[in-house]
């Protein structure tokens, strides 16, 4: 008789926004962090790691998401129902950290940390309710100092992961700027909170959808592609005419994004302090890396969270991406950061200077695969395969051969016949596949089989009969020299 709980069986299936990894693209993130990281130890940042978890009331309420359950973030309640939340990013638990253990510190406290993040937030392409941040931070160091050298920091550190200098761009404004732009227009006041953060958040996403979209956010709302609609900020046509001229000032270069900045806002009290403090940043910053605008003054960055207190920073490609067929791609910011100090204030009551720096690290994965699209992903390790049951030992011995010289190997477990052992090989992207049979034991030798120089040569030669005999992309080696002769396969492929 069947069983009747066969319909409760779950359902294989992820939640929407988050996402499996396998293989070569963990790999690739393992070796760009240890890049990353390289380079903040060499500036004297050390290590630290956090809980995924932190008390909701440690995090606070940042998130420019506030409209959605949760506020951003997912919650829950332990056995002494206080609420916990995965964090949303690795600086509001710096700050318990800092707050917690300030006394035994040393002052600055630079740290760097590396660890996926959570936020409950809409997801959509490259946007991941779950990814990977790498930051650096720089507690208690007030402006302008840490403020320019965290912007080189952010330079060398996008080069380190595989950026050239020149192609990427470091954009840099100043909270105060924005403020000075609310007391220009009459929004500074008190009670206006709400209808700051709707005008923030709608400035933030001028890189995105331009003056166009930003005017419909600013004012009535706008509907997306797939039919959502974003309520507006209902700002009057004056006041959306000077926020778009704000976000527009500096798109001249330097010394024009300065000036522009001082005629807008060098009257009011807040657009003043930022003026000065991006003069003053710029002062600090070598010739060399403002070249051709790769660090410059942009206004159009905003930065969604709302702890920012100071200069804001965001790095992103200085040309478009453009997917394998050539149709654009938009990535948005690579990375950023600024400076937060108020945040350690939270905890303890008095004013703690501090600035850092976030990398996106899942996206940008993503945008140097799309760079680098062509370029093949990385090969798999060696297969040995393993052809007589009663020859395993053997076959490990070869493997454990390869490994102690250096190379990724493995041993064919799967128990099936030789096409299927190399089809495995393939789809494993082995570089070459180790073959002994009774016949190669024999005469002391080993046959080494080039897969990637075979799937070459197998386009060029349409003769079955040809392909069979000429037995191309293989050599026959002594058992004794199988890893001199594998190095010798894998080189000559390379050069």
Request: proline share 5%; hydrophobic share 40%.
């Given at each position: 008789?069947?069983s009747?709980?066969?319909?409760?069986?779950?359902?294989?299936r992820?939640?929407?926004?988050?996402?499996d990894r396998?293989?070569?693209?963990?790999?690739?993130?393992?070796?760009?962090?240890?890049?990353?990281s390289?380079?903040?130890?060499?500036?004297?940042?050390?290590?630290?790691?956090?809980?995924?978890?932190e008390?909701?009331?440690?995090?606070?309420?940042?998130?420019?998401?506030?409209?959605?359950?949760n506020?951003g973030?997912?919650s829950?309640?332990?056995d002494?129902?206080?609420?916990?939340?995965?964090?949303?990013?690795?600086?509001?638990?710096?700050?318990?950290?800092v707050?917690?253990?300030?006394?035994?510190l040393?002052?600055?406290?630079?740290?760097?940390?590396?660890?996926?993040v959570?936020?409950?937030?809409?997801?959509?392409p490259?946007?991941?309710?779950?990814?990977t941040?790498?930051?650096?931070?720089?507690?208690?160091?007030?402006?302008?100092?840490?403020?320019?050298?965290i912007?080189?920091?952010f330079a060398?550190?996008?080069?380190?992961?595989?950026?050239?200098?020149g192609?990427?761009?470091?954009?840099?404004?100043?909270?105060?700027?924005i403020?000075?732009l609310?007391?220009?227009?009459?929004?500074?006041?008190a009670?206006g909170?709400?209808?700051?953060?709707?005008v923030?958040?709608?400035?933030d996403?001028?890189?995105?959808?331009?003056?166009?979209?930003?005017?419909?956010?600013?004012?009535?709302?706008?509907k997306d592609?797939s039919?959502?609609?974003?309520?507006?900020?209902?700002?009057?046509?004056?006041?959306?005419?000077?926020?778009?001229?704000?976000?527009?000032?500096?798109?001249?270069g330097?010394?024009?994004?300065?000036?522009?900045?001082?005629a807008?806002?060098?009257?009011?009290?807040?657009?003043k302090?930022?003026?000065e403090?991006?003069?003053q940043?710029?002062?600090?910053?070598?010739?060399?890396?403002?070249?051709?605008?790769?660090?410059?003054?942009?206004?159009?960055?905003?930065?969604?969270?709302?702890?920012?207190?100071?200069?804001?920073f965001?790095a992103?490609?200085?040309?478009?991406?453009?997917?394998?067929?050539?149709?654009?791609?938009?990535?948005g910011?690579?990375?950023g950061?600024?400076?937060?100090?108020d945040l350690?204030?939270r905890f303890?009551?008095?004013?703690?200077?501090?600035?850092?720096?976030?990398?996106?690290v899942?996206?940008?994965l993503a945008?140097?695969?799309?760079?680098?699209?062509?370029s093949q992903?990385?090969?798999?390790?060696?297969v040995?395969?393993?052809?007589?049951?009663?020859?395993m030992a053997?076959?490990?011995r070869?493997?454990?051969?390869?490994?102690?010289?250096?190379l990724?190997a493995?041993?064919?477990?799967?128990?099936?016949?030789?096409a299927?052992?190399?089809k495995?090989?393939?789809r494993?992207r082995?570089?070459?596949?180790i073959?002994?049979?009774?016949?190669?034991?024999?005469?002391g030798?080993?046959?080494?089989?080039?897969?990637?120089?075979?799937a070459?040569?197998?386009?060029?030669?349409?003769d079955?009969?040809e392909?069979r005999?000429?037995?191309?992309?293989?050599?026959?080696?002594?058992?004794?020299?199988?890893?001199?002769a594998?190095?010798?396969t894998?080189?000559?492929?390379?050069s």
């Amino acid at each position: 008789m069947a069983s009747k709980n066969k319909g409760l069986r779950p359902k294989a299936r992820i939640p929407r926004g988050f996402r499996d990894r396998l293989g070569a693209e963990i790999a690739a993130e393992r070796e760009m962090l240890a890049r990353i990281s390289a380079v903040y130890e060499a500036w004297g940042f050390d290590p630290l790691d956090t809980p995924a978890f932190e008390y909701t009331d440690a995090l606070g309420k940042f998130l420019p998401d506030v409209d959605r359950p949760n506020e951003g973030v997912f919650s829950l309640q332990d056995d002494d129902e206080q609420w916990m939340s995965l964090r949303y990013d690795l600086t509001a638990p710096l700050a318990r950290f800092v707050a917690e253990n300030y006394d035994r510190l040393p002052k600055p406290f630079r740290r760097y940390q590396v660890g996926p993040v959570w936020r409950n937030e809409k997801p959509g392409p490259g946007r991941f309710r779950q990814f990977t941040q790498c930051d650096a931070d720089t507690v208690g160091a007030p402006a302008p100092y840490a403020d320019a050298e965290i912007c080189l920091l952010f330079a060398e550190v996008i080069e380190a992961a595989g950026i050239a200098r020149g192609e990427y761009r470091i954009k840099i404004s100043n909270r105060k700027i924005i403020d000075g732009l609310f007391e220009k227009i009459g929004l500074s006041g008190a009670g206006g909170e709400s209808v700051r953060a709707t005008v923030m958040r709608s400035m933030d996403k001028f890189d995105k959808f331009g003056p166009e979209g930003v005017a419909l956010l600013l004012g009535p709302g706008r509907k997306d592609e797939s039919g959502d609609f974003t309520e507006g900020a209902k700002l009057d046509d004056a006041r959306i005419d000077a926020v778009l001229r704000f976000l527009s000032a500096t798109q001249s270069g330097e010394a024009g994004a300065l000036d522009a900045l001082d005629a807008l806002l060098g009257a009011t009290p807040s657009g003043k302090a930022g003026f000065e403090e991006l003069a003053q940043i710029l002062a600090l910053v070598p010739d060399e890396r403002k070249a051709n605008g790769a660090i410059r003054i942009d206004s159009s960055v905003v930065r969604g969270l709302d702890y920012y207190t100071g200069p804001v920073f965001e790095a992103e490609f200085a040309e478009g991406l453009t997917d394998a067929k050539g149709r654009p791609v938009q990535m948005g910011s690579i990375g950023g950061g600024g400076r937060y100090d108020d945040l350690v204030k939270r905890f303890k009551g008095v004013e703690v200077p501090a600035v850092g720096v976030s990398i996106g690290v899942s996206r940008l994965l993503a945008a140097l695969e799309l760079k680098n699209s062509a370029s093949q992903a990385p090969a798999g390790p060696i297969v040995v395969l393993a052809l007589e049951k009663d020859q395993m030992a053997a076959y490990q011995r070869m493997a454990a051969e390869l490994r102690a010289a250096g190379l990724r190997a493995e041993v064919y477990l799967g128990g099936a016949n030789f096409a299927k052992q190399l089809k495995y090989a393939d789809r494993r992207r082995a570089p070459v596949a180790i073959i002994q049979g009774p016949d190669e034991r024999a005469k002391g030798e080993v046959t080494i089989k080039d897969l990637v120089l075979g799937a070459e040569l197998s386009k060029q030669i349409e003769d079955n009969v040809e392909w069979r005999e000429s037995q191309p992309a293989q050599i026959s080696a002594a058992r004794s020299n199988l890893v001199a002769a594998v190095k010798e396969t894998l080189a000559r492929r390379r050069s």
